[in-house]
């Protein structure tokens, strides 16, 4: 490796269950509206319509139990997630051919400035500073597709302070597993390390200081973790 001119940053690794060796992430894409019902509680069209995309930076993943409240909202939302990690890429990827290049999955959480976004919308203005933001995703433990497949269906749910506030299931992702890789190829080069959010079931709400977020999909894994 040349010298750099400043230290180089510390590359961003998520665990992967039962092994040492971890993750290294590239890049994090996130699906927008891939729920039906989040759809509609986000004033949007339930319909298949064509997916969009937003992205996070890598360094907003960590494996972590604690989510640091950001400055500058009132209201930040939870949207647990299915996540997608992916060990090969390239353009144009086939349908048939997706699942070949991802390598595990885990449950995530896609923490967000709603109120941020909110005004963002209105003003017609990107929406980095609602989902980009400091440890605004953390991810549990990686689960290689070898030992548990390809997960098509499952519960997908999490719960504040005990309470159950999202519910769904994986097949009522409105664009699916290998739709999902398929489509992104065709704007982005996708390469490995690169980690796909796919979207969270209705139910998104506020978190406050003090919070105990439990959440999980079947078949995957879970994540907990306080609000500090």
């Known amino acids: 490796m040349r010298a750099t001119v400043i230290p180089a940053p510390e590359p961003v690794l998520l665990d992967v269950e ?4 971890q993750f290294p992430v590239r890049r994090v894409y996130c699906v927008g509206r891939n729920y039906a019902d989040h759809a509609i509680e986000m004033g949007g069209d339930p319909t298949r319509e064509p997916p969009f995309f937003f992205q ?4 907003n993943i960590y494996n972590g139990e604690a989510f640091p409240y950001p400055p500058l909202s009132s209201s930040v939302h939870h949207e647990v997630e299915l996540v997608v ?4 890429g390239g353009t144009d990827i086939a349908v ?13 959480i896609d923490f967000t400035r709603r109120d941020l976004q909110d005004a963002a919308k209105k003003m017609s203005r990107p929406w980095e500073a609602s989902k980009a933001f400091e440890k605004s995703a953390p991810v549990g433990a990686l689960m290689p597709a070898t030992k548990i497949g390809h997960p098509d269906a499952g519960a997908v749910w999490l719960d504040v302070n005990g309470a159950r506030k999202q519910s769904g299931d994986l097949n009522q992702l409105i664009w699916k597993l290998p739709e999902i890789v398929a489509e992104l190829s065709k704007l982005f080069v ?23 977020i439990d959440c999980g999909i079947d078949g995957v894994g879970r994540l907990s973790l306080t609000v500090i």
Do not use: C, F, H, Q
């Open 96 to 108: 048939g051919d997706a699942l070949s290049k991802i390598y595990g999955y885990a449950v995530g």
């Open 190 to 212: 996708l390469a490995p390390g690169d980690v796909i959010m796919t979207g969270t079931p209705a139910g998104v709400g506020p978190v406050v200081r003090g919070d105990r």
């Open 18 to 21: 039962g092994v040492t060796e």
């Open 56 to 59: 996070k930076n890598a360094d």
């Open 85 to 88: 990690a992916l060990s090969g």
